[in-house]
T-cell receptor
């Protein structure tokens, strides 16, 4: 199946610093990638939809100036948490849809990365 | 906003028993998907069921969908310790996954 990677897998940073998380589709092209946040023992909450070559679409309540998303190529989207604070500590997961598959049904399946655990001290 | 809601929130069973998890949702959907997440890891896609389907099987997994009741169930038969994980349902409102909403999940513990 399609593989999505994230880097780094975990990061610890000081309050006030910025952290960049990469999401890559390794064996397929993804016009659209999604960024989720998951707090301990909670479900995934969609933060934003990352569109290649255009601005990301943010969910209500997500600060676009704080969570900068760049989707410069068909295989890479980045999420930058700017001026991180302890309340931003969370598990960040990206997903991507396989846009190149000839099957219509592939549009419905999202392939998830392994996640990045961010801890802000 | 959250759409899918799973119950139970936590389930503990003995190895070999069957585990049933339920998911309810509020609006019309195009399809519903089930995912597994091991602790601190990413999600693994288990099965997708479309709104015009009522039941699907995949190995030891059986998923049902009742659109009249806006609910789905995931049955894991002959459970194993390795099935211990959190299970999430996710509803897709359209064909393109642009509106993909996860339920709160069920934490399954399979005791050896």
């Amino acid at each position: 199946g399609a593989v999505v990677s994230q880097h780094p897998s975990w990061v610890i940073c000081k309050s006030g610093t910025s952290v960049k998380i990469e999401c890559r589709s390794l064996d397929f092209q993804a016009t659209t990638m999604f960024w989720y946040r998951q707090f301990p023992k909670q479900s995934l909450m969609l933060m934003a939809t990352s569109n290649e070559g255009s601005k990301a679409t943010y969910e209500q309540g997500v600060e676009k100036d704080k969570f900068l998303i760049n989707h410069a190529s068909l295989t890479l989207s980045t999420l930058t948490v700017t001026s991180a604070h302890p309340e931003d500590s969370s598990f960040y997961i990206c997903s991507a849809r396989d846009q190149t598959s000839g099957s219509f049904f592939s549009y419905n399946e999202q392939f998830f990365g392994p996640g990045t655990r961010l801890t802000v001290l | 906003s959250q759409q899918g809601e799973e119950d139970p929130q936590a389930l503990s069973i003995q190895e070999g028993e069957n585990a049933t998890m339920n998911c309810s949702y509020k609006t019309s959907i195009n399809n519903l998907q089930w995912y597994r997440q091991n602790s601190g890891r990413g999600l693994v896609h288990l099965i997708l069921i479309r709104s015009n389907e009522r039941e699907k099987h995949s190995g030891r997994l059986r998923v049902t969908l009742d659109t009249s009741k806006k609910s789905s169930s995931l049955l894991i038969t002959a459970s194993r310790a390795a099935d211990t994980a959190s299970y999430f349902c996710a509803t897709a409102l359209d064909n393109y996954g642009q509106n993909f909403v996860f339920g709160p999940g069920t934490r399954l513990s399979v005791l050896p």
